[in-house]
């Protein structure tokens, strides 16, 4: 049985009853597209656990194994929803093993790149000030953008170098940052009423409103130019390497990096912390 008219019913009931964003809606369709294309070349053009091996060894050749996890898991459920709605007797995916995943490192950057991108803001301006600061504590501490940008005041202690990290109102955890960071800090708040600020949030525009995520991504992306490029996220991994490079045990980075389970930690930046050093070691000389 051939599904391509089915396919509409179930986006529809991806996006409306799974509530999928439109990014997992993109992607869905255009794996399960090229599954429906590849079956209308095919002399018995239906779904069958034959077919969609057939179709997984063509991938292979012209795709990376997490991009074939992918279009696999994207099938799986278009199987699972068609047996569930009846228009299928058996869900024919149901047995076929998804391929592991490639283990890749997170991107990062050297400490030279870092040096200069905290030393690309020109400190002589308000706005310089600021974005250094911005950056600092991003290296500093490993934080998430969403939770940059709900720092409040009060979350900050530069005399004892603590930042309180919040979650839901109530503080998820607390990271210490170098001399570095302070003094970046200090000079930013020093000027920060230049702003015009209306909010007790931390970093703002010169509107004296919260900078906003977008804005901190942008913010980041002005001072990469000579570096290539790199994201709050790629910082977040820099930081944590840094440490991994200088010997952190895993339960400590877990803390500071605000992973709920220490499989988060271990999955991303390894099991052996000997052997991810070697490999920064190896990825930097």
């Given amino acids: 049985m051939q599904h391509s008219d089915h396919l509409a019913q179930f986006l529809e009931h991806l996006k409306y009853e799974r ?57 799986k459920t278009f199987c699972q929803y068609l047996t569930r709605n009846n228009l299928i007797d058996s869900n024919p995916a149901a047995l076929i093993a998804s391929p592991r995943r490639e283990r890749r490192l997170p991107k990062y950057l050297s400490r030279s790149n870092v040096t200069m991108l905290l030393e690309a803001p020109d400190i002589s301006t308000d706005q310089g000030k600021r974005d250094r600061a911005i950056l600092e504590l991003l290296y500093a501490t490993g934080i998430r953008v969403s939770e940059l940008v709900s720092l ?24 210490p940052f170098g001399e570095p960071a302070r003094e970046a800090l200090e000079s930013y708040l020093n000027i920060r009423g230049h702003f015009l600020p209306t909010h007790a949030d931390l970093f703002i525009s010169y509107l004296g409103v919260p900078l906003t995520s977008r804005a901190i991504h942008r913010i980041v992306a002005t001072y990469t130019k000579n570096i290539g490029p790199a994201n709050p996220r790629i910082l977040r991994h820099s930081f944590a390497w840094h440490l991994v490079d200088r010997g952190i045990d895993h339960r400590t980075l877990q803390t500071l990096l605000g992973h709920k389970q220490i499989i988060s930690t271990t999955s991303t930046y390894g099991s052996s912390l000997e052997a991810l050093r070697d490999v920064y070691d190896l990825a930097t000389s």
Avoid at 156 to 172: E, P, Q
Wanted: net charge positive; proline share 1%.
């Fill in 19 to 75: 509530r999928a964003s439109a990014h997992t809606l993109r992607n869905y369709e255009g794996d399960l597209r090229h599954f429906l294309r590849y079956l209308a070349t095919q002399q018995e053009p239906t779904t069958t656990r034959e077919s969609i091996r057939a179709w997984l060894s063509a991938l292979h050749d012209s795709y990376s194994r997490n991009s074939v996890t992918r279009k696999l898991a994207a099938v």
């Fill in 152 to 175: 409040k005041l009060s979350d900050l202690d530069l005399a004892t170098r603590l930042l309180n990290v919040k979650k839901n109102h109530f503080t998820d955890r607390t990271i």
